[in-house]
């Protein structure tokens, strides 16, 4: 009697792993067929031009009062200069006066975790005011280096031509994203009009054009609501030509 019992056992288990094998098989007939689109040369190019990029940027911290209010500033910012020393280098970068207003030093982060300080090299006095400051900085971490260099076409040629930014919005947990590509809207005087994302911690960071990573601008406003978050994606920049004229003289 056992050995039927265990023979029948035996059987029913077999019936068992052929119908699921007949499921399995069945699953699989019906399973639609998905494909990964191949990443396109344009898309290739982009993504090395990022790696490049994203190692140029910076994000800045300024703990002090601002109009009689304690506050911790923050902003970004990018590498447009070298110079190297015996142990370090030492970088400069631009940024909006945002964060760095009537400050001396402001803390630099080179990583989200690494901070160095920072020294302001056109600060704002009773005679002097900038939009666009100049920071530099050592530290024996390998960054990248944007070139600074003039726009070779009229401002006017750069409406409705696409444009992202890398930056540090909110906190470190976000260091250095790679803002949506946008359309250049609109142009007044030497402000670039464009509708990438910017957020709390993203002015100073470069506006880039797309198609060739060039540096064309500085982002110096994005629009807000009375609580502060950005209410419409209508953003400025300062054009590079414009800023290249600040800063010159002191890199």
Do not use: W
């Amino acid at each position: 009697m056992k050995k039927i019992t265990t023979l029948l056992l035996v059987l029913l288990l077999g019936f068992v792993l052929v119908a699921c094998d007949a499921i399995n098989e069945y699953v699989e007939s019906v399973r639609p067929e998905v494909f990964a689109p191949e990443v396109t040369l344009a898309e290739a190019e982009f993504m090395a031009m990022i790696d490049i990029l994203d190692d140029a940027s910076v994000a800045i911290s300024n703990q002090r009062m601002f109009d009689s209010t304690f506050e911790d500033r923050k902003a970004s910012g990018v590498v447009v200069k070298k110079t190297t020393g015996q142990l370090n280098q030492t970088y400069y970068a631009l940024t909006s006066d945002y964060a760095v207003k009537d400050s001396l030093t402001v803390t630099v982060f080179v990583s989200p975790t690494e901070s160095v300080t920072g020294n302001v090299l056109n600060p704002d006095s009773l005679i002097y005011e900038s939009s666009i400051k100049v920071i530099s900085f050592q530290t024996n971490k390998a960054l990248e280096v944007v070139e600074l260099k003039s726009f070779d076409e009229d401002i006017l040629s750069l409406k409705s031509r696409t444009i992202f930014s890398i930056a540090t919005p909110i906190s470190n947990a976000y260091y250095n994203i790679v803002t949506n590509p946008a359309s250049i809207m609109g142009i007044q005087g030497e402000m670039i009009i464009h509708g990438t994302n910017l957020n709390q911690g993203t002015l100073g960071s470069p506006l880039y054009l797309k198609e060739t990573g060039e540096l064309i601008g500085i982002n110096v406003k994005y629009s807000t609501t009375a609580g502060g978050r950005p209410e419409v994606l209508i953003n400025e920049a300062l054009f590079i030509n414009h800023v290249i004229e600040i800063v010159e003289s002191f890199l």
